[in-house]
């Protein structure tokens, strides 16, 4: 059966690792790593600087955008990825396989090293549950790589924009606006001064996926569950990145054509994905 969103979040956080060469272990990637944003963001910097001086004495040979130890075959934009909040989950896999071949980790230190380095963060879940983004050997840099922000992934399919509480389906990204300027999503907030203006338009902030939604017949409220990566508020993980977040039931309002949902003083707009959602997996699964 095809992964949910909600089960998305679950390989997160009960990811299978290799422990040494010979056995596994679930790890929980379970914090929210966003680049240049904070203690975590030059932790993980940190190891990534780590990890590139170290592969090369591994192998003997220069790192280089495509490299290869024990005769399998590695992109470098993906240990980047993963030390930058958007990593796949094969694409950690990997890097904590390859942290344990250079003596960076070890089976007793794979949680602290995972909780103090990795994580992910929101547009970063939902580019890789959408499938969007994650480097290979045929195609090293592919578009979104290196990220894609909420407003891009609220205008890559202006006709699938939900126009009414019916329309909102699971798999839909949710789109978190600041702002919100004539009710109209689509008059995006302009930089000033390094800082987004309110009083030209809105922000996109924030992103997750819908994991599970009702439309409650005969009334304007929509029972809501979105799955998201979000450093402002602690998970049942224990950590405060990726989760199940449950809304209840919630009022929708369609404003100038288009549907939201409130979320304090935001509000919350919602988009399909043109072309089938593709959650990218990990190279093994967790028993």
């Given at each position: 059966m095809p992964d949910t969103a909600a089960d998305y979040v679950d390989r997160y956080l009960r990811l299978q690792v290799w422990k040494n060469k010979t056995s596994t272990t679930n790890l929980a990637v379970r914090n929210y790593l966003q680049a240049g944003s904070n203690t975590q963001s030059n932790n993980a910097q940190a190891k990534l600087s780590e990890l590139k001086r170290a592969l090369p004495k591994l192998t003997?040979?220069?790192?280089?955008?495509?490299?290869?130890?024990?005769e399998e075959k590695y992109v470098l934009t993906s240990l980047q990825r993963v030390f930058e909040g958007k990593g796949a989950l094969n694409e950690i896999q990997d890097v904590l396989y390859l942290a344990m071949l250079c003596g960076m980790v070890s089976e007793a230190t794979l949680s602290t090293?995972?909780?103090?380095?990795?994580?992910?963060?929101?547009?970063?879940?939902?580019?890789?549950y959408w499938g969007m983004g994650r480097p290979t050997v045929e195609k090293p840099q592919p578009d979104y790589a290196t990220g894609i922000k909420p407003r891009m992934i609220w205008g890559l399919a202006p006709t699938?924009?939900?126009?009414?509480?019916?329309?909102?389906?699971?798999?839909?990204?949710?789109?978190?606006?600041?702002?919100?300027?004539?009710?109209?999503?689509?008059?995006?907030?302009?930089?000033?001064?390094?800082?987004?203006?309110?009083?030209?338009?809105?922000?996109a902030f924030h992103i997750g996926v819908v994991s599970a939604v009702t439309a409650i017949a005969g009334t304007d409220l929509v029972d809501l569950n979105i799955a998201e990566s979000s450093g402002g508020a602690n998970a049942t993980s224990g950590g405060n990145g990726v989760r199940v977040?449950?809304?209840?039931?919630?009022?929708?309002?369609?404003?100038?054509?288009?549907?939201?949902?409130?979320?304090?003083?935001?509000?919350?707009?919602?988009?399909?994905?043109?072309?089938?959602?593709?959650?990218?997996l990990p190279n093994f699964l967790c028993g």
């Open positions: 003997g040979k220069a790192l280089t955008p495509i490299f290869e130890v024990e090293f995972a909780d103090a380095n990795m994580g992910l963060d929101c547009n970063g879940f939902v580019a890789n699938l924009q939900r126009k009414s509480a019916g329309e909102i389906q699971v798999d839909d990204a949710a789109v978190f606006f600041e702002d919100v300027m004539n009710n109209d999503p689509n008059i995006m907030a302009q930089l000033r001064d390094g800082k987004y203006d309110p009083s030209t338009g809105s922000q977040r449950k809304f209840g039931q919630v009022k929708a309002t369609v404003s100038k054509g288009l549907v939201w949902v409130p979320d304090g003083q935001n509000r919350i707009y919602f988009t399909g994905k043109q072309g089938d959602v593709s959650p990218y």
